[in-house]
């Protein structure tokens, strides 16, 4: 059997075996895998016309909609590279991911309800942007400009065929000339589909043109910047194409009824991984264009929505707004990544309603759904970042003491190093930066600190750079802040290392419940005393009105690097 790792071998298997079975559903309307196959060779003609080419980069800023896979599909066949563009950023990060990326065209839409795109692209500053040549628009009416950001403006011209334009007895139209050899893909599936429904190349040619596309790069996602500036993450067909197989395998994806809902946007790791795995998975996936707690509930009850991946921020809100016992009955997995402490409360709360949670593992270097908790783990174990990777035996965790520079055993902290086949291929333009992220024997080192289980799983606890070394001890702040947020008087906290006198301390900042009378910061901290061991205890505790934050495409994560900016600056003040 032979194996193919373009992204088109993604859904290939099920465009020959089903190919009017559902495979997206958007808005109420079921698009089958012929519909879609249509709308990717549209799409890559169409590209193609305006001038995109193997290698270049083309800049995606749309919500989720059946067009951004179909675009991402297609650039994919004519070898170029889709650059993920958070719907959230404003100006000035558009700007950044335009010029670090070398952008050769920008595909947008400027006008969603709930986004205001036009507003944002105002701002962006056009001037140093020298590689971008077009800009595409979706949805394009005459109220379009001609021009943005000083460069022509064209209407993307594809559309999604209509079910009635193909009888369900036709075969599926072949795939364009770079893609006319049909590769068995499918992994979890052991069946043979007919290869007759392809016309068949040369000997050999399509299979060195298959391999040339699977060692090309597919995707750049953007890491979030939190501690650092943010980076372009590049990934290749195969890496990409290879994940979320394994995904579909690892967390047994496909069984009758499954069904998957996108609540993240698909320019984020955690929300293009888990719908092109649903796809692999022949597992309908329903598109949300912006999430919401009313829209995700009608949805995930009409569709009988089997799997949501998201983060504890989604959950609070569900949690907020479903007051029913049973929110969900055909939930079978919500895969969550924490960005905030007190996730295990929320977990408490919300699984005896009816939500099946389970702690995840990813990032945009390793993969979103990398590993995941196992479901029959005591809860305050389930629910903990981390897990058993999905490609099992493929990959390998091990944990590194970062001052020892030796590896830990079980149950002791250090940085996370992982090793897989389908690691990212490393950081565009930035060779430093690539080089300093493995190490000698091809290990990842992800900046995480975490620790094994005996049992071979792994947990995550934060980000080395949020890491504290105090009394000795490496200390993971969300134990503090936890504390912290188990005060009456507090809804939140964050907590971050300083230096004061000499020797590293914690500090902490808080919400208090009351923002208009905060407790007694004095009484607060005896209050923390009782729980935590003395070295443990924040040196100081200012309250604020809200912490800084950076929006991701999975969610907004705390800036523990303008947290620590602003400690340092009360200390020098007094």
């Known amino acids: 059997m032979t194996h193919s790792y373009t992204l088109r071998s993604v859904y290939e298997h099920h465009l020959l075996e089903a190919p009017n079975a559902t495979m997206l559903i958007q808005e109420g309307q079921h698009i089958s895998y012929w519909q879609f196959e249509q709308l990717v060779q549209d799409t890559e003609t169409w590209l193609g016309q305006q001038g995109v080419k193997r290698g270049d980069h083309v800049a995606v800023w749309l919500i989720n909609r059946v067009e951004w896979l179909a675009i991402f599909f297609a650039l994919a066949r004519l070898g170029a590279t889709l650059v993920a563009v958070n719907t959230k950023y404003r100006s000035h990060e558009v700007h950044y991911i335009l010029a670090n990326s070398h952008a050769q065209f920008l595909i947008l839409q400027l006008n969603f309800r709930k986004i205001d795109f036009a507003e944002v692209i105002k701002g962006v500053d056009a001037s140093n942007l020298t590689h971008l040549k077009t800009i595409m628009m979706v949805d394009a009416d005459d109220n379009t400009p001609p021009t943005l950001l000083g460069r022509p403006v064209v209407r993307f011209l594809p559309t999604l065929a209509k079910p009635s334009a193909r ?19 499918d992994s979890f599936e052991q069946t043979q589909p007919d ?65 998957l809902l996108t609540a993240l946007p698909l320019c984020g790791v955690y929300g293009l991984d888990s719908a092109l ?28 929505i089997t799997h949501i991946f998201g983060s504890d921020e989604m959950l609070r809100r569900f949690a907020e707004q479903n007051p029913e016992p049973i929110a969900f009955t055909s939930l079978k997995l919500f895969g969550f990544a924490a960005f905030s402490a007190r996730f295990i409360e929320l977990a408490q709360e919300l699984i005896p309603r009816g939500f099946p949670m389970r702690g995840l ?132 906290a964050q907590v971050v290392g300083v230096e004061i006198n000499g020797q590293p301390r914690a500090v902490a900042f808080a919400i208090a419940k009351n923002k208009q009378c905060p407790p007694d910061t004095s009484a607060t901290l005896k209050g923390v005393a009782k729980t935590l061991a003395a070295f443990k205890i924040p040196a100081h505790l200012w309250f604020v009105d809200e912490f800084p934050t950076t929006a991701s495409a999975n969610g907004q994560k705390f800036q523990r690097v303008k947290l620590r900016e602003l400690a340092l600056k009360k200390l020098r003040q007094g």
């Open 167 to 185: 009888s369900s007895s036709d075969p599926p139209k072949a795939f364009s000339d770079a893609s006319q050899q049909r590769t068995t893909v």
């Open 195 to 259: 290869t007759h429904a392809f016309a068949q190349p040369e000997p050999n040619s399509d299979h060195t043109q298959s391999s040339t596309l699977e060692d090309l790069p597919v995707i750049f996602f953007t890491t979030s910047g939190t501690t650092k500036g943010p980076k372009l993450v590049v990934h290749t067909q195969k890496t990409l194409s290879e994940h979320v197989r394994h995904i579909a395998t690892g967390y047994q994806f496909g069984a009758p009824g499954d069904a």
């Open 277 to 304: 795995a649903a796809i692999a998975a022949r597992m309908p996936v329903v598109l949300m264009d912006f999430f919401d707690v009313a829209s995700a509930s009608q949805l995930i009850k009409q569709h009988q």
């Open 361 to 492: 593992y990813g990032s945009s270097e390793v993969h979103s759904l990398f590993s995941a908790q196992h479901p029959e783990l005591p809860l305050e174990e389930r629910v903990l970042g981390g897990g058993t990777p999905a490609a099992g035996a493929r990959t390998s965790v091990r944990v590194r003491d970062p001052d020892t520079l030796e590896l830990c055993a079980a149950g002791l902290s250090g940085e996370l190093e992982i090793k897989a086949p389908t690691l990212f291929k490393g950081y565009f333009n930035n060779p430093e930066a690539t080089a300093q992220a493995f190490t000698e024997d091809g290990y990842f080192k992800t900046g995480d600190l975490g620790y094994l289980r005996g049992d071979g799983s792994f947990v995550y606890q934060s980000r080395m750079g949020d890491t504290m070394r105090l009394g000795g001890f490496l200390v993971d702040p969300t134990e503090i802040e936890d504390v912290l947020a188990a005060q009456p008087d507090i809804e939140s």
